[in-house]
């Protein structure tokens, strides 16, 4: 029996080839496997018995970083040019190796869908070794195998071989060799197999020390408090003590990053226990091939100093993921050096993550007491993948290493080759091909022209990866931003993509919703160009693949201030508390609560009334900060979203403290406060043929209740509670009107899982079918995902297919 097996999915990178031999040898099978770019190919003669039990073999016992998404086997008994194809398969074995019935032979290039595997951390076997004194590998800072290490990072082209990475400049060893030729051994066919004679070399930049050396000095300056800069897989990170309140102090000043949460690395799962609460369904992602960022609840009594979270009652943990991180923990030195360390991307504020030597000096020296660095080279950035959990299920922030470039899947109606460069914010950019669809790793905000390079750079390499030359470059439709910029100067057709839609769009598209049904989309974010040319952020959208309808939004209001009301939530207060008592009552109230001087406000409401740098906005991000100012919480930010974390953390401090369950929707409605909301605004709930969600209303109670000396957590929980029931019955009503019953919910106000959650349990309660986000940011990160469907699915239509 003869066949040709080809294998499609994460099969490059992951050992898949001398998987296959052994299996192939096991089952007494002749023949040969190559990869082919897009999938990999296999050749294969035995009894039928014997093939047929290779097929499965294949299929149950693939490699373990292995994803097989499709197989398909082609009998080659009458087929007259495959089955020539196949004698040459078989003479080149015979003629390389008389003794080998199965081989792997050179990769060769074709076309298709191709699938690049993520980086992979460093396997238990690995890290035994790492540690093993009679290893030969014995503190090797590179130590990898077929199971771990490099591979998007390290990359050039396809097919996945060791002369199309940046390993193939180290010629291996004659013992490292031997192992990546002999099937028997666990970096047969390893790409970047290597070791501490052949491998590559650590080093500090502007001192003498290199290798052992150099790891000693960075653990002697991170005990002694230093900050040091280390260059990782996908990037460099600053790392120092997260038990030493100087040290964590000192990084706060120099990367002038006041309260934004640091994330920390700890030793090993069981100081992760120490300092953490740690559900069984975390510590297996947590502990997995991947080791995101995973924010979990700070522990009573834990070690870490409280300026590595600010006010926050959670922590972004990983755990080691690179064996040169395993060994800032452990070396063979007298130095102790602390099990937490504080591990957060090295990059100047609004710059791309460091990756390369020349990166560090110019960004970091300031910033550190040194540097190590490496001098294996980092082709493509890969930031940290953060994530927190919903529901038992991971609930991304940050995709990235791990996690990127695996591709979204849509149905086989979408056709083509598109580029979508993402937001400006928390960037990502998307490549579509066919009905794959690519998200890059975390590029970053795109505020500064380095991080603009970085893009363009990254989206190079990746078109380069995948083989694809984009007919179409989608974007955000806001004119100014520089992402669009950057899409102008790409010299293909530009095609803008509304802000919100492209986030309902994500979260059809993530799961994967047909392209014949409607939804109602709730998209609420921080701002968005709207179509009018207002700023749009709390919107409920009707939407297809094909088109949208604003359907309904929050209550607008005036944003003044410009860049600043990003930033200062009490100016949007401000203007909220003006709309709904008019000025002399609201200036009043505003010294009351203390949100800004009495002359501030007076400027704002003259900007205002005169149109001085002032916009009408439904951000919905913005109303969250509005609300955590009036209730004392945070009046400004100093990192986007930073006040309406604090109004989330608020609300559920007095949800643990009250034992309070999610409220069903009837119990909110039976209490008078959604019937109170709509007599008090029921001649503004449609204007303009818009539904109005009276979130004045809401605010006004919000207001009046702070006033009378009620709880501000506890205002801060039925502000959400309030803000949730609107979108349900928003929901409600155009189910009325239109029949749809599937709800998307998107944006990154909905990064806030007290809201979703609420928004989730109601709508479901009510009869409809809620799409969310899972492995995809509902925030900008993920919004790339949406242009990129958008663009492909209009050149479809346009050609008729």
């Known amino acids: 029996m003869r066949v040709c097996i080809r294998v499609f999915g994460i099969v490059q990178g992951v050992g898949f080839r001398p998987t296959v031999k052994r299996h192939a040898d096991v089952c007494r099978i002749e023949g040969s496997v190559s990869n082919k770019g897009p999938y990999v190919e296999i050749f294969a003669q035995g009894s039928e018995e014997c093939v047929n039990h290779f097929i499965k073999r294949i299929q149950e016992q693939p490699p373990k970083r292995a994803v097989i998404l499709k197989m398909d086997v082609e009998s080659l008994e009458s087929a007259i040019e495959s089955d020539t194809e196949f004698e040459v398969k078989l003479e080149a074995n015979a003629e390389a190796d008389s003794k080998e019935r199965f081989r792997i032979i050179e990769s060769e290039k074709e076309e298709g869908e191709i699938f690049v595997s993520p980086d992979i951390a460093i396997c238990p076997e690995c890290k035994k070794e790492l540690y093993d004194k009679k290893d030969r590998r014995y503190l090797h800072p590179f130590i990898n195998c077929t199971c771990c290490g490099p591979r998007l990072t390290i990359l050039d082209s396809m097919p996945y071989d060791r002369v199309r990475t940046s390993m193939g400049e180290f010629p291996m060893c004659e013992k490292c060799e031997w192992e990546y030729t002999h099937a028997k051994t666990r970096r047969f066919d390893a790409q970047p197999v290597c070791c501490n004679e052949c491998g590559p070399e650590v080093y500090l930049l502007g001192r003498p020390e290199r290798g052992a050396d150099a790891i000693r000095y960075t653990r002697k300056v991170i005990s002694e408090g230093g900050i040091v800069a280390v260059k990782g897989i996908g990037g460099f990170h600053l790392c120092c003590d997260a038990l030493k309140e100087e040290a964590v102090a000192a990084l706060r000043t120099r990367k002038k990053r006041p309260m934004k949460p640091f994330a920390v690395m700890m030793k090993d799962l069981s100081v992760v226990k120490r300092e953490c609460e740690v559900a069984p369904y975390v510590e297996e992602i947590l502990d997995g091939h991947q080791k995101p960022i995973i924010l979990l609840p700070k522990k009573a009594g834990g070690r870490l100093c409280e300026s590595v979270a600010p006010d926050n009652p959670k922590i972004g943990v990983m755990l080691p993921y690179a064996p040169i991180q395993l060994l800032l923990f452990d070396y063979q030195d007298d130095v102790e050096v602390s099990d937490c360390l504080v591990m957060t991307s090295a990059n100047t504020s609004g710059a791309p993550i460091c990756r390369d030597d020349e990166d560090a000096l110019r960004e970091l020296t ?291 403290s009250q034992e309070e369950k999610i409220a069903e929707y009837e119990d909110f409605v039976e209490s008078g406060v959604i019937t109170e909301y709509r007599e008090e605004q029921k001649e503004t709930l449609v204007k303009d043929e818009l539904y109005y969600l009276p979130t004045l209303a809401l605010v006004k109670e919000v207001v009046e209740r702070k006033l009378s000396g009620e709880n501000s957590n506890q205002l801060a929980l039925h502000f959400h509670k309030g803000l949730a029931c609107m979108i349900v019955s928003a929901c409600e009503k155009a189910r009325e009107e239109t029949g749809i019953d599937t709800v998307a919910l998107s944006g990154g106000v909905y990064q806030n899982r007290l809201l979703l959650d609420y928004s989730v349990t109601m709508l479901e309660k009510r009869g409809f079918h809620v799409l969310r986000h899972h492995l995809l940011p509902p925030n900008d990160g993920g919004i790339s995902l949406g242009q990129a469907v958008a663009a492909m699915r209009s050149m479809c239509v346009q050609k008729g297919e």
């Open 366 to 656: 300031g910033l550190c007491d040194v540097i190590l660095s490496h001098d294996r080279k980092i082709r493509i950035r890969a930031d940290d993948t953060v994530m927190d959990f919903y529901k038992g299920e991971p609930y991304m922030i940050r995709r990235s290493r791990g996690y990127a470039p695996l591709p979204f899947m849509m149905g086989n109606e979408f056709k083509g080759q598109v580029l979508a460069v993402g937001g400006e914010l928390k960037n990502a950019f998307c490549i579509g091909k066919d009905q794959l669809f690519y998200p890059s790793p975390y590029i970053g905000d795109m505020g500064d022209v380095r991080t603009v390079k970085a893009l363009k750079e990254s989206v190079k390499r990746m078109e380069e990866l995948l083989e694809v030359k984009p007919e179409i470059v989608a974007c955000d439709m806001h004119p100014s931003y520089n992402t669009r910029a950057a899409a102008e100067e790409m010299g293909l057709p530009v095609f803008p993509v509304q802000h919100h839609y492209a986030h309902i769009l994500s979260c059809m598209a993530e799961n994967e919703w047909t392209t014949k049904k409607k939804v109602i989309g709730v998209s609420f974010d921080g701002t968005g160009y709207g179509t009018d040319g207002t700023i749009w952020g709390g919107e409920i959208l009707l939407a297809d693949y094909d088109s949208f309808k604003r359907w309904g939004c929050i209550e607008p209001f005036a944003q003044t201030g410009g860049d600043a009301s990003a930033k200062e939530g009490w100016r949007i207060a401000v203007s909220l508390l003006g709309k709904i008592y008019g000025k002399e009552v609201a200036l009043s109230i505003i010294e009351t609560l203390g949100l800004c001087e009495s002359k501030l406000a007076k400027l704002q409401f003259t900007m205002e009334g005169r149109g001085i740098n002032t916009v009408k906005s439904t951000s919905a991000g913005r109303l969250f900060d509005a609300v955590s100012a009036i209730l004392e919480i945070r009046k400004s930010s100093t990192f986007e979203g930073e006040a309406s974390t604090s109004l989330q953390f608020a609300a559920e401090k007095w949800l643990d």
